[in-house]
């Protein structure tokens, strides 16, 4: 009797579970109807180094089968509509359905900045060795970071870019929002052996606002010479001279070169007739933004 019992109990369970999963099934099977996305009137503000769930902030999503499927809301794409840091943020919500929604929003990155390129070495090459033009030239983006594989360079003009002169090369680095940054830089290919030391600055590219300072000593760092070092940081020591070329107007945005070349006398006191001087060339490349 009581095995009896047991069976009767364990089949209206069984009878029950199939009776609500097949009810559940069916409403997955006819529930075509999208999820809402509730979007905060409040204006969206975040800042670049803001995680991506700051993106999120005042929106949440409901369903009328699944109730709140908040969860299931995502990010889908950010897109830069202007270089103030406007955007525009794309999102996405499902249910168990698989039924989604889709919502835009207005924002702005209160702290964006456009990508900028880098220099690790002035672009100046010899004649006689081969180079690639994107290996001293990098890129930094306040939302991507490092993104020196994105930079693509383009020669401008008929000659070729090892022949002997200055070659004007415009460098273009696109970022994950689809901002799009160009710049025209010269590349100098000079004959080999004209220089026999090697100067070294703090920087080779660098940007300035406009109306800005700028002294070219500051930006020298060192200057070797037969395997000695001095520094030149603190300004030029004895012995060295310096002459440089090329203005910077602050006063007007746009992109100016400074050439550098920089003297070492090394004086011999018994031997003042003798007299070697080591010189080194280099160049700054400044760009002034308006």
């Known amino acids: 009797m009581k095995k009896r019992n047991w069976f009767l109990l364990l089949l209206i369970v069984l009878c029950l579970a199939a009776f609500f999963g097949y009810r559940k099934l069916d409403q997955l099977r006819t529930d075509t109807r999208a999820p809402q996305i509730h979007i905060d009137e409040q204006p969206l503000e975040v800042s670049v180094r803001d995680d991506k769930s700051a993106l999120l902030a005042g929106v949440t999503a409901s369903d009328n089968v699944d ?11 950010v897109n830069l509509t202007d270089s103030d840091g406007s955007i525009s943020v794309s999102y996405a919500a499902f249910d168990s359905a698989g039924n989604v929604a889709k919502a835009k929003r207005e924002g702005r ?3 964006y900045e456009r990508p900028r390129f880098t220099l690790n070495a002035p672009l100046v090459y010899t004649v ?3 180079f690639d033009v ?7 983006d306040a939302i991507d970071g490092d993104i ?3 930079v693509r360079a383009t020669t401008k003009g008929t000659s070729s870019i090892m022949a002997l002169g200055s070659h004007m090369v415009q460098f273009q680095v696109t970022n994950s929002l689809g901002d799009t940054v160009s710049e025209t830089f010269p590349v100098e290919v000079i004959s080999s052996g004209i ?3 090697a100067l070294e600055l703090t920087d080779y590219l660098v940007y300035l ?7 070219p000593a500051q930006y020298l760092k060192s200057f070797t010479w037969l395997g000695e070092q001095d520094s030149l940081a603190g300004g030029l020591p004895t012995d060295y001279s310096m002459r440089t070329r090329g203005t910077v107007q602050t006063g007007y945005p746009g992109v100016y070169t400074v050439e550098y070349r920089v003297t070492f006398t090394d004086r011999d006191e018994k031997n003042p007739d003798f007299d070697p001087k080591y010189t080194e060339y280099s160049k700054l490349i400044v760009v002034v933004e308006g």
């Open 148 to 150: 020196q594989h994105r």
């Open 209 to 215: 606002p406009k109306d800005a300072q700028f002294y």
């Open 67 to 77: 109730g709140d499927v908040t969860a299931s809301l995502v990010v889908e794409r």
């Open 128 to 130: 006689d060795h081969s």
């Open 134 to 140: 994107l290996s001293n030239v990098g890129a930094v």
């Open 109 to 111: 990155y209160t702290d």
């Open 195 to 197: 220089y026999n030391a």
